[in-house]
């Protein structure tokens, strides 16, 4: 009969022990069913499983890796797994899984336990847990990015349920938390949207143009209740619009110099075009300044709204079509399927209620530094780091950037 045995190795890491420990089962024709390995500040911990051949007793093998471990300065453990454990080990393989990712400023032993507890009340299993973000270091500077990523099975009582208690923990301690669903489009996304005002650039040009009109409070009013969802965004729009009839030509341009991009933002699209993906804007806003961001980033597409200007004024008129929240989602659509980009393959950024539509057709939608209504409703939410942090959801590591910026 087969036996299958669980090893266990841990101690110093150095350069050559798999090999070393390799060599002693190959001389015994070992055949290994699953292995595992993991290196927290230069102390490994190595787990395989392996299966003894017909005929072949373990005791032989188990003296030569023990002489092998004391030799390489390891400790080394083993344990019998019967049929029954490896049968139901082998029929967990087919559980649901899921990528928690804790995203902050620091990562603390109260956001781990707070974190894991949830996944335990959950039934769920934390198969891995790895860090994404560079090595800190004890002087770390407080706009240093730190991130970790669970990595569970199982199945949990309510997804919708399980997102809700993470997400009230963002507010309570100050940190972003996304919760997704494992899949093959989660490393292989291909097109990213984004929304322009407040989320590509840290201002909203409207309300930037009508302070240059004098129309600044009315404007803003009226842009805060359609970004929380209470009023019509076409309606909305067109009565800003109104407000700015009469703003020079010149007056216009003066706003591409004065609104700054959104932190991170330089450094997420420059990545994402080095890896190849599609980028677009779909906005709400002004296409003169999406053109600007498009000219300046390298924007794939740009679909916003035109600001008439006629003898060198604004009009205050709005033209026949608004990109609102549907034509967004359908904008993104056409887009995706120019590309021959399944919507799976889709992550869409925004942080207002007409960005929802667009979120929520996209195979990741996330709210960015958002209204709490759009945080609430969006899959994942970023309100605390900038938009490169938006790279370690998509499983992009910091150490995978450093070969790319060098």
């Known amino acids: 009969m087969k036996e299958i045995i669980l090893i266990n190795i841990s101690g110093h890491d150095k350069p050559g022990l798999t090999s070393s420990l390799g060599s002693v089962l190959a001389a015994h024709d070992i055949r290994i069913l699953d292995i595992g390995q993991a290196v927290v500040h230069e102390a490994l911990a190595l787990g395989m499983l392996i299966e003894v051949p017909h005929g072949t007793g373990f005791t032989a093998i188990k003296k030569d890796l023990i002489v092998r471990a004391h030799e390489l300065d390891i400790?080394?453990?083993?344990?019998?797994?019967?049929?029954?454990?490896?049968?139901?080990?082998?029929?967990?393989?087919?559980?649901?899984?899921?990528?928690?990712?804790?995203?902050?400023?620091?990562?603390?032993?109260?956001?781990?336990?707070?974190?894991?507890?949830?996944?335990?009340?959950?039934?769920?299993?934390?198969?891995?847990?790895?860090?994404?973000?560079?090595?800190?270091?004890?002087?770390?500077?407080?706009?240093?990015?730190?991130?970790?990523?669970?990595?569970?099975?199982?199945?949990?009582?309510?997804?919708?349920?399980?997102?809700?208690?993470?997400?009230?923990?963002?507010?309570?301690?100050?940190?972003?938390?996304?919760?997704?669903?494992?899949?093959?489009?989660?490393?292989?996304?291909?097109?990213?949207?984004?929304?322009?005002?407040?989320?590509?650039?840290?201002?909203?040009?409207?309300?930037?143009?009508?302070?240059?009109?004098?129309?600044?409070?009315?404007?803003?009013?009226?842009?805060?209740?359609?970004?929380?969802?209470?009023?019509?965004?076409?309606?909305?729009?067109?009565?800003?619009?109104?407000?700015?009839?009469?703003?020079?030509?010149?007056?216009?341009?003066?706003?591409l110099n004065t609104i700054p991009l959104a932190t991170g933002a330089e450094r997420l699209i420059s990545t994402l075009k080095s890896l190849g993906y599609k980028t677009a804007i779909l906005s709400g806003g002004f296409s003169f300044f999406g053109k600007y961001l498009q000219s300046r980033l390298g924007i794939d597409y740009v679909h916003a709204n035109e600001l008439e200007i006629m003898n060198g004024e604004v009009t205050g008129e709005v033209g026949a079509e608004i990109v609102d929240g549907a034509r967004k989602a359908e904008l993104l659509r056409e887009i995706a399927q120019r590309e021959n980009i399944s919507l799976d393959q889709v992550v869409a950024v925004g942080d207002g209620a007409n960005d929802l539509p667009m979120l929520n057709i996209a195979g990741m939608g996330i709210a960015f530094h958002a209204k709490p209504l759009v945080r609430k409703s969006a899959n994942h939410a970023v309100s605390f780091l900038g938009l490169d942090s938006i790279l370690y959801l998509i499983g992009v590591r910091d150490r995978d950037l450093a070969a790319i910026e060098s």
């Open 75 to 255: 400790q080394i453990r083993f344990s019998k797994i019967s049929t029954e454990q490896f049968h139901h080990w082998a029929a967990a393989q087919a559980k649901e899984r899921y990528i928690i990712t804790i995203l902050g400023r620091e990562i603390t032993a109260e956001q781990l336990s707070r974190v894991s507890t949830i996944i335990s009340e959950n039934n769920l299993n934390i198969d891995r847990i790895e860090r994404l973000s560079g090595r800190l270091s004890l002087a770390t500077s407080s706009a240093t990015n730190a991130c970790i990523e669970f990595r569970v099975s199982g199945q949990p009582h309510s997804t919708d349920e399980m997102r809700a208690a993470l997400l009230a923990l963002t507010h309570e301690l100050s940190i972003d938390i996304a919760f997704q669903r494992e899949s093959i489009y989660r490393r292989n996304r291909r097109l990213f949207a984004f929304d322009m005002d407040s989320t590509l650039i840290q201002a909203e040009v409207i309300d930037e143009l009508a302070k240059l009109k004098g129309a600044g409070d009315q404007v803003a009013k009226i842009t805060e209740a359609a970004m929380r969802g209470e009023l019509d965004f076409k309606q909305s729009f067109t009565k800003r619009v109104a407000l700015l009839k009469g703003l020079h030509e010149e007056r216009v341009k003066d706003v």
